[in-house]
């Protein structure tokens, strides 16, 4: 089975500096998919960037991009300049490509100051 | 709006009590699948339903069940609740192609046992 590890419970970053939230998983499969979902105080889930495995360039949305290292099996999130509107909770995301059920981490609580 | 919807959006009931959570999906989306997120447990994966028919089976417990309606509406019923089984049940839809894109979520219903 596979498994989605965030390792860091909360994190802070000054507003305008970068940050990056860590993700490892675990997985016997070769090919499938990565995602970050950001739960604001909102409680809506929504998706900010996902990673196809096949694909050795790292997805980029905007402020936000991420590290991925297939061999290390590592997912971080990068947050450029970031924001006071970016301070919810992160999670982390697996899915295979043969069914479509999604595997979270915890998750992570980033707190943005001003 | 995410295009998922979930009613109702809060409810408060007391132990032993049985009740039924709503979402219908995205316009166009086949698949829902039922979340629950509790402070010490992350999102855990319940059960998802395909056109009707159910596709995989996660945590759920056995005063817990789901089923899916010919117009792919879907409701979750607990029965016999406790307290522990406050939480944030989330429902989220997708079209089930083995695309990349991730779920689109609902905005949740907070259950809150008493």
């Known amino acids: 089975a596979q498994t989605v590890t965030q390792s860091q419970p909360e994190m802070s970053v000054q507003e305008a500096e970068t940050v990056t939230l860590s993700c490892t998983y675990d997985t016997s499969e070769s090919d499938y998919y990565l995602f970050w979902y950001k739960q604001p105080p909102s409680r809506q889930m929504i998706l900010v960037i996902r990673?196809?495995?096949?694909?050795?360039q790292n997805a980029t949305e905007n402020r936000f991009s991420v590290n991925f290292q297939k061999a290390a099996k590592s997912f971080s999130l990068k947050i450029s300049d970031s924001q006071l509107g970016d301070a919810a909770m992160y999670f982390c995301a697996y899915r295979s490509v043969y069914n479509s059920k999604l595997t979270f981490g915890k998750g992570i609580t980033l707190s943005v100051r001003p | 709006d995410s295009g998922v919807t979930q009613t109702p959006k809060h409810l408060i009931t007391a132990t032993g009590q049985r009740v039924t959570l709503r979402c219908s999906p995205r316009s166009g989306d086949l698949s829902v699948y039922w979340y629950q997120q509790s402070l010490d447990q992350g999102l855990q994966f319940l059960i998802q339903?395909?056109?009707?028919?159910?596709?995989a089976k996660g945590n759920i417990l056995e005063r817990f069940s789901a089923q899916q309606f010919p117009d792919l509406h879907s409701e979750l019923n607990l029965s016999s609740l406790e307290l522990g089984d406050s939480a944030l049940y989330f429902c989220?839809?997708?079209?089930?192609?083995?695309?990349?894109?991730?779920?689109?979520f609902g905005s949740g219903t907070r259950l809150t046992v008493v």
């Open positions: 339903y395909y056109n009707g028919e159910e596709r």
């Open positions: 989220a839809s997708s079209d089930n192609r083995n695309s990349p894109d991730g779920y689109t």
């Open positions: 990673q196809e495995a096949y694909k050795q």
